[in-house]
């Protein structure tokens, strides 16, 4: 990271507090959707909701998935909004999940114009206590240091004049001028509440779904990430839904130390101005005028973006069977405006999505089953260090060192290992 710069806090995390909360939010976080469309041409709003309600089979109640994860289908501005249930977020799954979806919507003809947005909403059912402020402050201003990097990612723009819908229902004026250096969250969403610039639920980042203690921590979580555009690709949406979460787990890590600054003065008014290249009002047909976005101002965001990556690099490797980096990689170098300027339609994007995200089998055979069985039941136990531990199970699976080193490679990748001194034997982390 470029100028780690840090506000000292008094109540920063020990270890042990960050990996609690850290688990748990692994565990209780559920993503929500809304996604926007608008109807094909020339067809009426109520017959296009009908046919997308039939398609879809809305639950009607949140506590149920139903046939495709979908709560309910309801009319919106620029057509309907399909609202998709909270799960926690398994990429396979949710792969699936989004490309039935995603399916029915193309083949009703359902259009993503710059009038639709598309929303996650980051929930905490299961959270039984409240929640650092500390925490919160953290991902205000990693979104904050980011935010025209995660505008160029989630953009789905159809020409370089117009790469983002306009700023009216997910504006970053407010956020860029609050900062938890100078204000609590809690005086901040005060502060999106009474603005008369920015209306309080179209906020780049909403806060409003937050309620305080009195004490000034959070209880209950619930975030609503407001900007990215609509589009119609499964794996973009499934991978998007990590990246956020990937996002709130790095703002714990960096709870430990104080709150992440926004960088230094000349950098972060850069950030600012190509921000508001990126999202305004000025275009046409709901758009953005985003005509001041250069090829070398799209370079300083690819490289902005893959910073932003690279620092949430760990958070990925915690999820399992997981593609989300490759493919937010992919976003970050393409993302999906620039394939659609390129002429590319919606199946063609996400067949070069789901290319990236293809999980290779890890092929493991007789021999691999076995090591794991001595791993699983401790049956090489009681080793004096890693190495002898090793050596034994190379002699009874009849092994050569380097063909042992390769296959706990190749477990570690699936499963994460590690050497326990206490029982004397390698064991799995998952």
Known sequence: ?????????????????????????????????ELE??????????????????????????ERLGENGVWDVQTEHCGVEIRIIGRHPYFPALQAQYKTIMDALIQHGSRPRPTCGLHYHLLSPGLAEPMPEIIM?????????????????????????????????????????????????????????????????QNFLNLEHLEFTEMGDIFPFHLEFRFP????????????????????????????????HVGKIQPWQRKRQ??????????????????????????????????LLDLLAPAFGRFENNPALDVLLALAETPISLLRCAGYDWPQIETILAERAAVDEMGLDQTDQ?????????????????????????????????????????????RGLRWDGRQGSMVFTS
């Open 1 to 33: 990271m470029k100028d780690p710069i840090l506000f000292r806090r008094a109540d920063t995390l020990p270890p042990e507090t960050a990996a609690y909360w850290k688990d748990l939010f692994y565990r209780v976080i559920k993503i929500g959707v």
């Open 37 to 62: 469309v608008a109807p094909p041409k020339g067809m009426k709003r109520p017959l296009f909701e009908d046919n997308i309600r039939r398609a879809l089979s809305p639950s009607g109640v949140v």
């Open 137 to 201: 402050a953290n991902l205000w201003n990693l979104t904050r240091r980011y935010a025209p990097e995660l505008k160029f990612i989630a953009s789905a723009g159809k020409s370089r004049e117009s790469l983002c819908r306009r700023r009216n229902h997910n504006s970053h004026l407010e956020m860029m001028r609050r900062s938890p250096g100078s204000q609590s969250i809690a005086d901040i969403q005060r502060a999106l509440k009474e603005s008369r610039i920015v209306p309080e639920h």
């Open 229 to 260: 555009d609509a589009h119609l690709s499964a794996t973009a949406i499934t991978a998007a839904a990590f990246l956020f979460l990937a996002m709130l787990l790095k703002a714990v890590d960096l709870s430990r130390y104080g709150v992440i």
């Open 274 to 307: 190509i921000m508001d290249w990126l999202s305004n009002n000025d275009g046409r047909l709901a758009a953005s005028d985003t005509s001041s976005i250069s090829d070398d101002v799209i370079e300083e965001l690819r490289q902005g973006a893959y910073e």
């Open 370 to 414: 076995r090591l794991m069985r001595r791993i699983e039941l401790g049956e090489c136990a009681g080793q004096p260090s890693a190495e002898a531990w090793q050596w034994r199970a190379a002699r009874e699976l009849f092994l050569t060192p380097v063909d042992l080193e390769r296959r706990l490679s190749r477990l570690n990748r699936l």
